[in-house]
């Protein structure tokens, strides 16, 4: 029954930092064996895991993004956030936040993994 809304803007200019918020209902971001991460995908092209938060606060990120995400929560809002620094045109993409049982989520067809809807951000050229 667990429900993920992301929130923030949907346009970016490029080299300040993207912000997006994600709401949980029906869950807690601190539930036991929980992984709450972000994943992007950019038009035309795949899944790209960014990170998670771990429901004991412990973070991991994607390297390849070279260190330019922050994933933080706010427990009292039952909220996650993704904060992407630095951001050039070529992070336009769509947004998700999701729940899972793993760190890492790479297809919307695993099992037991929870999605928000997306979110669309473009960054200005």
């Known amino acids: 029954q667990v429900q993920l809304q992301e929130s923030g803007p949907g346009l970016v200019k490029p080299s300040q930092t993207l912000s997006l918020t994600c709401t949980v209902s029906g869950g807690s971001v601190t539930t036991n064996s929980y992984y709450w991460m972000w994943i992007r995908q950019p038009p035309g092209k795949g899944l790209e895991w960014m990170g998670a938060i771990d429901y004991r606060g412990r973070l991991t990120y994607n390297s390849s993004l070279k260190g330019r995400t922050s994933i933080s929560r706010d427990t009292s809002k039952n909220q996650f956030t993704l904060q992407l620094s630095s951001v050039t045109p070529e992070d336009t993409a769509v947004y998700y936040c999701?729940?899972?049982?793993?760190?890492?989520?790479?297809?919307?067809?695993?099992?037991?993994?929870?999605w928000g809807q997306g979110t669309q951000v473009t960054v200005s050229s």
């Open positions: 999701a729940r899972a049982e793993r760190p890492v989520v790479t297809s919307k067809d695993d099992r037991g993994t929870s």
